[in-house]
């Protein structure tokens, strides 16, 4: 059995720190927390010892929405996140090009052409001007929208005069490329580097979604491939786009991996601009995204869900999609009853006064993504205008007006590290200064952390995790210095020292003086 006493340290108690505290691990549970000395009395003697000088200790993180495999099959490709122009991202294709061989697809992800002094997106005659013959697949950042090339447009059957592809129409491109590009060995080293670097940033659970319908898929097998070879250091609850076949309810699994609902992507990006609005895009007067399906389509899915016992996360960025998940799940709340596990919606960027209040009386359960701020800081003022500003990225108000929230990276769309978004949630700006988006709507580091521990776990239904209590879970994360009244750079910098996931050290070791 794993025995550890972590004492010395500044404990989260789930709404302050408190010093002079210890707390005890036995096995995959934590069994005592409290004042050093009687926590010390009650356990055995052979117990290891965490000794600290006042760092943090924290219930594992959880990251509530991350397209996990997706990111883990990015990181083997070519990142275009560190490119200032077009002119960049054509020249990394090319040198990309010279290193693969003429019949494999050249894949690159994460473009984000709002910040290049062009303002376009890469299109088929960038591509095919650079004469390579492999087919071409870029992706951007948002994940929404893909550039492909002719080579590329012609092996798959598809027709598109520019060669950018929204939405589900680059499933076929994404397809074929996927069969090029990942065996199932590839893709399953890929996912266990991933899951341990998650670990090195506290991450102990994360709520995956599966996006067939997009080309990003979430495979239950290869995560039950790594727990049998000891390399699954997450636990992991998943949604998908479609009903499972067989049937089995959300919470299906154990404490390790379980498939927990249906995703449903009711509208697209912000950045790409086909997320739903209920008027037109500022920057874009013809504009005004689109929606995914017909509110008889969303009706069907989730009268499917909530008959199966399943529960549903919607994807809304949005406030016509907002307009639509309300009102869906508002009919199937009439027919069915309210849900035993609340309906889960997803992001919110636009998000009016009257539809908190609905989401509020609906009782839905909200995910927001913290970091979105500082990388749409720039952009989003041009897409929505000032007036649709003031009901955008309100998280505070969410928080305040509509019950328990939860926060998340969206990865590969912003960085897994909980520290990066904790920043976000009190700064509200760009990494390198500038003004504060809507200061009213911060919060402080106290307020942002059950967010990323305690908040998902009530997502799903669960009341034995996300706390430092006797009886949950044993997942701790162990930072680098005490958190109380850091800010700023420092607080985006703060590192962890240990991450301990059901009792086992799954980054760092379990004793520290003892190494």
Not at 44 to 65: I, K, Y
Not at 111 to 128: A, F, H
Request: charged share 25%.
């Amino acid at each position: 059995m794993n025995r550890l006493l972590i004492t010395g340290g500044t404990l989260w108690t789930g709404n302050t720190f408190v010093r002079g505290h210890a707390l005890h691990i036995e096995g995959e549970r934590i069994a005592a927390v409290g004042p050093e000395e009687s926590v010390r009395a009650g356990a055995p003697s052979e117990c290891r010892e965490l000794r600290l000088s006042g760092e943090a200790v924290l219930p594992g993180f959880t990251d509530a929405h991350i397209h996990l495999t997706t990111w883990a099959k990015q990181k083997t490709l070519l990142d275009l996140g560190g490119a200032k122009s077009l002119a960049e991202v054509l020249e990394l294709v090319r040198e990309e090009a010279r290193v693969t061989p003429s019949d494999r697809w050249v894949r690159g992800w994460n473009y984000n052409e709002t910040l290049w002094p062009e303002g376009r997106s890469v299109t088929k005659d960038d591509l095919d001007a650079l004469g390579i013959p492999h087919p071409v697949l870029l992706q951007r950042v948002c994940t929404h929208v893909n550039a492909a090339n002719s080579r590329a447009l012609a092996l798959v059957g598809l027709d598109s005069p520019d060669g950018v592809l929204e939405e589900r129409d680059a499933i076929p491109a994404l397809r074929a490329m996927e069969r090029s590009v990942f065996s199932r060995e590839a893709l399953r080293k890929a996912l266990e580097s991933a899951c341990f670097e998650l670990a090195s940033v506290g991450v102990t659970c994360v709520h995956p979604c599966g996006a067939d319908d997009y080309g990003m898929e979430e495979d239950l097998s290869l995560y039950d491939e790594l727990r049998r070879g000891g390399k699954l250091p997450v636990r992991v609850f998943t949604y998908h786009d479609a009903l499972p076949y067989p049937v089995m309810p959300s919470g299906f699994g154990d404490d390790r991996i379980r498939y927990q609902g249906l995703k449903i992507y009711l509208d697209g990006s912000l950045g790409g601009r086909t997320a739903a609005l209920t008027a037109p895009y500022a920057d874009a007067p013809g504009e005004i995204g689109r929606l995914n399906w017909t509110d008889e389509q969303v009706l069907g899915m989730l009268r499917a869900a909530r008959g199966k016992g399943i529960q549903t996360l919607l994807h809304a960025i949005g406030d016509r999609a907002l307009d639509q998940a309300l009102d869906c799940i508002g009919k199937v709340d009439e027919e069915f009853g309210p849900a035993a596990l609340k309906d889960r919606i997803n992001h919110l960027i636009v998000c009016r006064p009257e539809q908190r209040r609905r989401l509020a009386e609906l009782e839905l359960f909200c995910d927001i993504q913290p970091s979105f701020i500082p990388s749409d800081i720039a952009m989003a003022p041009l897409r929505l205008g000032p007036e649709r500003m003031e009901s955008a990225y309100r998280w505070r108000s969410i928080l305040n007006e509509c019950g328990p929230l939860s926060a998340s990276s969206d990865a590969p769309v912003e960085s897994v590290n909980p520290m990066h978004s904790l920043w976000a949630l009190t700064e509200r700006r760009a990494r390198d200064g500038g003004e504060t988006l809507a200061p009213e709507e911060r919060l402080t580091v106290e307020e942002a952390l059950p967010l990323f521990t305690s908040n998902p776990y009530k997502a799903v239904g669960r009341s034995d995790a996300g706390r430092l209590e006797a009886g949950c879970l044993a997942d701790v994360v162990v930072l680098d210095r005490d958190l109380r009244g850091l800010s700023g750079d420092v607080l985006y910098s703060v590192r962890v020292r240990r991450t301990i996931a059901g009792g086992r050290a799954t980054h760092g070791t379990a004793d520290a003086e003892a190494e």
